[in-house]
């Protein structure tokens, strides 16, 4: 099946700082998603982007499906964007979205 | 809110017990899938659903099954119960097998 994997495994940023979340992909897929899971556990939509690109306020992300990679930017962090963000891909073979092992992301006041 | 609901939030029970989650898709939804997240696994697929019919399973124990109901609401039963059961597990649906999924807030099991 599908490998996800995501770099880094952990993040610490000061308050208003950017910066970028890697995933990569070892097929093709039909679905690509970034999750935020939030203290209390809740996976919050980010993105549904099997390609291009797309923006969500401080958040945008990439999907290049050729080379098999996506990018999440987040822009003037802030304590509030704290917790693990995961990217999954779902290939034609599984029809199930396969979760990397997540970035831990803490931003500091 | 996702729209996804599912029931309960908190769960307790012994080993060798068995427990039933409940899922309720976002309306108009046909897949529901459920996952299992615990520390040293991450976030596992478990099993598939679309329109009441098995599509895909993953890393399913035998001990553990589920169905879809007409109504599209689904269950995950957990028997047998062990320790390594301990984990939070999501529901999720879609309106179809590639589309954007969404996941309910979870059930947190905790087996002692």
């Known amino acids: 099946g599908i490998q996800v994997e995501q770099s880094p495994p952990d993040l610490i940023l000061q308050e208003g700082a950017n910066s970028t979340l890697r995933c990569n992909f070892s097929?093709?897929?039909?679905?690509l998603q970034w999750f935020h899971q939030n203290p209390w556990g809740q996976l919050i939509n980010l993105f549904y982007?099997?390609?291009g690109t797309k923006q969500n306020g401080r958040l945008s992300a990439t999907t290049v499906a050729t080379e098999r990679y996506s990018l999440l930017y987040i822009s003037s962090s802030q304590t509030t964007d704290s917790g693990v963000y995961f990217c999954?891909?779902?290939?034609?073979?599984?029809?199930?979205?396969?979760f990397g092992s997540g970035t831990r992301l803490q931003v500091q006041p | 809110d996702s729209g996804v609901t599912q029931t309960p939030k908190h769960l307790i029970t012994a080993t060798g017990q068995r427990v039933t989650l409940r899922c309720s898709p976002r309306?108009?939804?046909?897949?529901v899938y459920w996952y299992q997240q615990s520390l040293d696994q991450g976030l596992q697929f478990l099993i598939q659903?679309?329109?009441?019919?098995?599509?895909a399973k993953g890393n399913i124990l035998e001990r553990f099954s589920a169905q879809q109901f007409p109504d599209l609401h689904s269950e995950l039963n957990l028997s047998s119960l062990e320790l390594g059961d301990s984990a939070l597990y999501f529901c999720?649906?879609?309106?179809?097998?590639?589309?954007?999924?969404?996941f309910g807030q979870g059930t947190r099991l905790t087996v002692v």
């Open positions: 999720a649906s879609s309106v179809a097998p590639f589309a954007e999924a969404f």
């Open positions: 097929d093709s897929v039909n679905n």
């Open positions: 982007i099997p390609s």
């Open positions: 999954a891909a779902m290939d034609t073979g599984r029809r199930a979205l396969t």
């Open positions: 309306s108009g939804d046909l897949s």
């Open positions: 659903y679309y329109n009441g019919e098995e599509r």
